[in-house]
């Protein structure tokens, strides 16, 4: 049996939701074909299954969220949220709060789990001292392993924030880049800034760095450290070779713990290199207070094509 529902936009201009010559209504049509979706004015009006109409809503519920707390809502906002619509319902086993997804609250918004992937990344942090987040790109490991680092630092359970990532080039040489040291790996670095630049304000970070509570470092500069009260996160860890791995890993000190992100198809080593994160795998399972969460397609949360080009290449491999 269809249902009808109507929800209203009150105080936000029409354009700002339905999107430029209605371009964001259009794309929900095109996800919902089954659903009569008119929009009036502020209101929009939805009939059909129930099960559709609730996955509407919470689309609806995210846009009405973006544009109260920064005024617009971006192409790439709408392709989320219709990824995640689609996701799967989070399982009891995956969901670390029931009532609640929000990793940590920022000045403008609220960091939210949005997958089973990301749950299960959030649960187990709070549980084990080193997390293992293995997924293809676009699942949102690095973004969910800075958010709960964040979270660990604001709830005053580390004194510092530590972010590595190995300076391994993708197919393309950087050596020969103008600029010293700190721009050449400027490049390796930049997605850690862009999602800490997120979570706090740029001068709060600037201030941050600058007292070292955050460092953000290629994973060779921690080399010789002991790293106490700190979140420390290795990004890209499967362009860590088994001895940085080992290096990385042993860091740890006193109230500290870790999160290792990685895509275990997306090595960019040397041939005759194995990739620590494999062996890590292989050989770290079995130990208590360390933990490994697989994500995969299903948590995707980039355009909705990146779930279809992991499926393509799988095949592909298969």
């Known amino acids: 049996m269809l249902k009808e529902k109507s929800i209203e936009f009150e105080g936000i201009e029409p354009v700002i939701v339905f999107g430029p010559h209605d371009s964001w209504l259009k794309k929900i049509r095109q996800e919902f074909p089954e659903v009569q979706l008119t929009a009036r004015g502020n209101t929009v009006s939805i009939k059909g299954e129930e099960s559709e ?3 509407l809503e919470q689309v609806f519920s995210e846009m009405r969220f973006l ?7 971006q192409e790439n906002d709408i392709n989320t949220l219709l990824s995640v619509a689609f996701s799967p319902a989070p399982s009891p086993e995956t969901t670390p709060s029931a009532d609640n997804d929000t990793i940590v609250t920022t000045k403008d918004y ?3 789990a949005k997958t089973n992937g990301q749950r299960k990344m959030v649960t187990e942090a709070k549980q084990n001292d080193i997390v293992f987040a293995i997924g293809p790109a676009g699942t949102g490991k690095t973004y969910t392993a800075v958010a709960i680092a964040v979270a660990a630092w604001k709830a005053k359970k580390v004194k510092r924030i530590v972010l590595a990532r190995p300076a391994v080039e993708a197919g393309e040489s950087l050596g020969f880049l103008p600029g010293d040291l700190a721009q050449k790996i400027d490049p390796y670095l930049r997605p850690l800034y862009d999602a800490l630049q997120d979570m706090l304000t740029a001068e709060k970070l600037r201030a941050l760095t600058e007292q070292r509570i955050i460092e953000i470092v290629p994973l060779a500069y921690m080399r010789g450290r002991t790293l106490n009260n700190s979140f420390i996160i290795l990004d890209e860890a499967q362009n860590a070779s088994n001895k940085q791995m080992k290096m990385c890993l042993t860091r740890l000190g006193l109230n500290s713990r870790a999160i290792i992100t990685g895509d ?7 041939r005759e290199i194995e990739s620590g994160l494999m062996n890590a795998r292989n050989i770290l399972q079995d ?3 360390i933990s490994f969460v697989f994500l995969d397609k299903s948590d995707v949360v980039r355009h909705r094509l990146v779930r279809d080009i992991i499926s393509a290449y799988e095949q592909e491999e298969e």
């Open 67 to 73: 544009a109260d707390q920064h005024g617009e809502i």
């Open 53 to 55: 109409l609730k996955m």
């Open 287 to 289: 130990i208590s207070g």
């Open 264 to 270: 275990v198809t997306q090595i960019d080593l040397p």
């Open 110 to 112: 609220a960091v939210r």
